[in-house]
Every structure is written in C-alpha cells, then in structure tokens.
C-alpha cells in the first residue's frame, strides 16, 4: 500500500482539513516554547500529516509536549487552529495507543476517562490510583501528598457519582461509537 492510499487515522478530527491550508512558513513552530524538545515541530506535524506519513505521525511525542500556551494558533497566518489539533491528535493517539513508549500522559487521560465513563464524575483520588496501577512507583511517591491533601478536605477519597451513572454510561458508549464511525 503507497502512502497516499493508507486510510488516514486523522479524518473524525473536526479541524483536520485546516492544515491544508497550511503554507508552511513555520511560524507556529518557531513561537512554539516547546518545539526544541518535540520530535517535529507543529508545521513538521501538519506536513506529515499530509504527505501521508501517518505512522510517523502517530506516534510523534509532539502533541504531548504541547502545553497549550496558544502562542502558534494566535500567530498563525491562515488561522488555522494549532493548538485544538494538538488536543485532537492526543486523542486520537491516546486511543490507537502508538504514544511513545516514555509517555505516561495516555495513561493519565485513560484513567480520566475510565472514572467518568463509570460514575459520570472525577474523583482525583480515583484517577490516582487507577493511574497507579501502570505507574506505581509514581503513585507511592504522591502518597504523602495525598494523605495531607486528604486531611485538608482537599482531595475526596469517597467515588462521586451522578444520580444515574448506567444512563450516563450508555451516553458515553453513544458517543463512542458516533466517534468510531466518523
Ligand atoms: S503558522 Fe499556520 S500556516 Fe504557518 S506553518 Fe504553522 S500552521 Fe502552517
Ligand atoms: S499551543 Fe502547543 S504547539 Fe502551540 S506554541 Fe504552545 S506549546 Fe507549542
């Protein structure tokens, strides 16, 4: 299969046809305070993307150093919107799992997921632990911290809920699905 006929993991993202648009200067990449650290800076991400390098994009650590400072989408020329494709690539990543191997976020963003797709709510300390499970030794170094926020009222270690969490779940899965289709 050439490049240009592999199915493009990207096509649900809502903003995916912008960077065509894209006319390279690198403006985005060099207000990016990231880019030094990122495996292709964003215009290198957009030009992957489409050339149909798609493996190379996926599994890029570029969305994860992105900390949505927005310096790139309000200088961008053609304002195309840098900083909400970052979001939706992490997504997309996180989803088919090719994060880097090093990269804990896809992790974290799972465990979120997987508490709100239960209870409907966030329970920090829940999110923890889940987390905790892939990373633990993570988990025992925030033990400490946990307990003071713990007894300060500022972390709940009761499981919040919505008053109907199935109908919730069943929302999500909706969702998913729609996702899955697009
Ligand atoms: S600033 Fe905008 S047009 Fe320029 S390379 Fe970046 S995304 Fe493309
Ligand atoms: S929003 Fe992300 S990609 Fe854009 S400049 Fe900031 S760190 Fe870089």
């Given at each position: 299969m050439n490049k240009a006929s592999k199915p493009n993991?990207?096509?649900?993202?809502?903003?995916?046809?912008?960077?065509?648009?894209?006319?390279?200067?690198g403006t985005c990449s060099g207000s990016c305070p990231l880019s030094d650290q990122m495996d292709h800076a964003p215009r290198e991400l957009f030009a992957l993307i489409r050339e149909g390098e798609y493996d190379m994009a996926l599994k890029s650590n570029t969305p994860w150093f992105?900390?949505?400072?927005y310096a790139c989408m309000v200088r961008c020329p053609k304002e195309i919107p840098v900083t909400d494709l970052m979001y939706a690539f992490k997504e997309i990543i996180t989803r088919k799992r090719t994060?880097?191997?090093?990269?804990?976020m896809p992790d974290m963003y799972r465990a979120f997921s997987r508490i709100i797709k239960a209870k409907?709510?966030?329970t920090e300390s829940y999110v923890m632990a889940l987390y905790g499970v892939k990373h633990p030794l993570d988990a025992l170094k925030n033990i400490p911290l946990a307990v003071k926020m713990i007894l300060r009222k500022r972390l709940e270690p009761k499981a919040l809920s919505v008053s109907d969490p199935e109908s919730f779940a069943r929302l999500f899965e909706l969702t998913e699905k729609s996702e899955d289709k697009a």
């Amino acid at each position: 299969m050439n490049k240009a006929s592999k199915p493009n993991p990207f096509t649900s993202i809502s903003d995916i046809a912008t960077i065509n648009a894209c006319i390279q200067c690198g403006t985005c990449s060099g207000s990016c305070p990231l880019s030094d650290q990122m495996d292709h800076a964003p215009r290198e991400l957009f030009a992957l993307i489409r050339e149909g390098e798609y493996d190379m994009a996926l599994k890029s650590n570029t969305p994860w150093f992105c900390v949505s400072c927005y310096a790139c989408m309000v200088r961008c020329p053609k304002e195309i919107p840098v900083t909400d494709l970052m979001y939706a690539f992490k997504e997309i990543i996180t989803r088919k799992r090719t994060a880097p191997k090093n990269q804990k976020m896809p992790d974290m963003y799972r465990a979120f997921s997987r508490i709100i797709k239960a209870k409907g709510r966030i329970t920090e300390s829940y999110v923890m632990a889940l987390y905790g499970v892939k990373h633990p030794l993570d988990a025992l170094k925030n033990i400490p911290l946990a307990v003071k926020m713990i007894l300060r009222k500022r972390l709940e270690p009761k499981a919040l809920s919505v008053s109907d969490p199935e109908s919730f779940a069943r929302l999500f899965e909706l969702t998913e699905k729609s996702e899955d289709k697009a």
